[in-house]
């Protein structure tokens, strides 16, 4: 069965430091999807990555950096130099599969991280 | 800019009443889905959709039905709310090769009083 786990709950950090959501996966599937997505107090959820099984490059965007892990099965999120923007709830979730198949492809989220930013 | 609508950002029912949510997408995607969301849960799927007048239970369908009778709606229905329904939901669309996974509605906070 597939399975999103992000064990910390909320994150409070002060403005400027670097700050890590951890998020690790279960899958018995050999093709399959990891994305992170940031809910902003406006509730709307707002696609930040998506990578698949057989890319395990790390990726850097700008303050976001993306570890992705098949040996120990996670994905991480490094925010570096935290603003007080980035203040959100942050999913980690996975999809099953190859996304081209014309059937739907559920997406199995984790509970989520709240992450605060404190000035 | 593409879309996910949802007719309504906050609700406020009373106990036994039937409740529609409606949500509208206009990226012409196959597949719709309903999820709750509450505290420390994370995002749970009741029922999702990959076609017009097909539906197919999530993790949680209990309480709930959906319909979608065109391929940019998806309704979910609660029957008779009760208390523990109280929740935020959110509606998503994704369609074939679709990079961002899935596209969200604001969502639709609704207090069942």
């Known amino acids: 069965a597939q399975k999103v786990t992000q064990a910390q709950t909320e994150i409070s950090v002060v403005e400027k430091e670097d700050v890590t959501l951890d998020c690790v996966y279960e899958t018995r599937d050999t093709t399959y999807y990891l994305f992170w997505y940031k809910q902003p107090p406006s509730g709307e959820l707002v696609f930040l990555i998506r990578?698949?099984?057989?890319?395990?490059q790390n990726e850097i965007s700008g303050r976001y950096s993306w570890n992705f892990q098949k040996s120990t099965s996670s994905f991480n999120f490094t925010i570096t130099a935290s603003q007080v923007v980035d203040s959100a709830v942050y999913f980690c979730a996975l999809s099953e599969g190859d996304d081209f198949h014309s059937s739907a492809s559920k997406i199995i989220f984790g509970s989520g991280t709240r992450l605060s930013i404190r000035p | 800019d593409v879309k996910v609508t949802q007719s309504s950002r906050y609700l406020v029912k009373r106990t036994g009443e039937k409740v529609f949510l409606e949500c509208v997408q206009d990226m012409d995607h196959e597949n719709m889905f309903w999820y709750r969301q509450d505290p420390g849960l994370g995002l749970r799927l009741i029922y999702f959709?990959?076609?017009?007048?097909?539906?197919e239970k999530g993790d949680i369908p209990e309480g709930y039905s959906v319909s979608r009778e065109k391929k940019e709606r998806f309704s979910l229905i609660l029957e008779s709310a009760s208390t523990n329904q109280t929740s935020m939901y959110l509606c998503?669309?994704?369609?074939?090769?679709?990079?961002?996974?899935?596209?969200f509605g604001s969502g639709t906070r609704l207090t069942v009083v």
């Open positions: 959709s990959y076609d017009v007048k097909m539906k």
């Open positions: 998503a669309s994704s369609g074939p090769g679709t990079r961002r996974g899935y596209t």
């Open positions: 990578r698949n099984s057989f890319d395990e």
